[in-house]
């Protein structure tokens, strides 16, 4: 049996939890320049306060701690600390020769912890995906406001960045390539056209998740894509599942999560929002606590909308068991056929 076929089995028989956020978590340890330093990069010529990725190198036993603190609450899929972890993103702290190195001890930190844990419970295996964010440049949008047509990166380049990724977490051991966090699409095409070159006739290669961003209420990408348009867009690579995470609260993405379920009958839907909207006052800096957040996808499970749910910015270890006790009895949404 092909991984696919295995976790498309699990699917079809309860709804999958994916972890929360990484970067609120991280920030409850207040580490400073130092932490993030390590002795590896005692001497760097830049400050690298803030790289969270490079802390899988430096500091890995906070990020194991947190992917424990994730699996404890009830996670079943686990994403790497490689949210940033491209030669392009690492530009800004001049660590790009690093990329390698992180991606692949992101996948074994993320490897480990869920060995552990399916061996506690062998009946409820667990699954790492190895997260490609859309990087900080996109190629479908001029950064000049003067000039439409000028781009700060090329789709080349961010097929190159992509495919170095996804060789490393790979080489780490990961389960699932998930492709998330997608605000434009052509950023994302990249990514997809360097899965497909390196897994086109492989025999078991890791199945693939994709996940996008509506960013406000008009309901489009930052790129101006519709839902349907995403979709359309990136179908071609038959994903294992195509969701939507990050930007807006579960409220808010209700009815985009309804309609790609429509558009897509043949495949996976997965959900992973944001705790609602940024609010410095209070604890986690997101006004959605954790109750609120799981009746929200509990709601969209009883309308047989999703078969993968988890969170985004500002969820932490207490969201992530809200939302699994929430679905726990919850039948998962069902898909015309393995996809």
């Not at 994709?210 to 979709?231: E, K, P, Y």
Request: charged share 20%; aromatic share 6%.
């Amino acid at each position: 049996m092909t991984r696919r076929d295995r976790i498309s089995k699990l699917l079809r028989q309860r709804i999958l939890v994916l972890d929360g956020g990484m970067g609120t978590m991280v920030q409850q340890y207040k580490l400073g320049e130092a932490d993030y330093r390590g002795h590896l990069c005692r001497d760097h010529r830049c400050d690298v306060k803030g790289n969270n990725d490079l802390l899988v190198l430096t500091k890995p036993e906070v990020i194991r701690e947190i992917h424990e603190a994730y699996l404890a609450a009830g996670a079943d899929i686990i994403e790497t600390n490689t949210f940033n972890a491209t030669s392009i993103a690492m530009a800004d702290y001049q660590l790009e020769p690093m990329v390698r190195a992180i991606n692949r001890e992101a996948a074994r930190l993320a490897r480990a912890s869920c060995e552990a844990w399916t061996r506690k419970t062998p009946d409820r295996p667990r699954f790492v995906a190895g997260a490609l964010g859309p990087t900080n440049r996109t190629a479908s949008i001029s950064p000049d406001v003067n000039d439409a047509s000028v781009r700060n990166v090329t789709f080349d380049e961010l097929v190159a960045a992509y495919g170095e990724q996804i060789d490393a977490l790979v080489e780490g051991g990961v389960d699932l390539i998930l492709v998330e966090t997608i605000f434009d699409t052509l950023n994302a095409k990249a990514a997809l056209f360097a899965y497909l070159s390196r897994f086109e006739d492989a025999a078991d290669p890791p199945p693939l998740m994709i996940s996008g961003t509506i960013t406000d209420a008009s309901g489009r990408t930052l790129s101006g894509q519709t839902v349907a348009a995403f979709w359309y867009s990136v179908s071609h690579a038959h994903p294992l599942s195509i969701g939507i995470n990050c930007a807006l609260g579960a409220k808010a993405m209700r009815p985009y999560i309804e309609e790609l379920a429509k558009l897509a009958p043949e495949t996976f839907v997965s959900v992973y929002p944001n705790a609602g909207l940024p609010n410095p006052l209070s604890e986690t800096g997101y006004d959605e606590t954790p109750p609120i957040t799981a009746a929200l996808l509990r709601e969209f499970a009883e309308s047989g909308l999703v078969n993968i749910v988890g969170g985004c910015c500002g969820t932490t270890p207490a969201h992530i068991g809200a939302i699994a006790e929430a679905v726990a009895k919850l039948p998962p949404r069902k898909v015309a056929s393995a996809s």
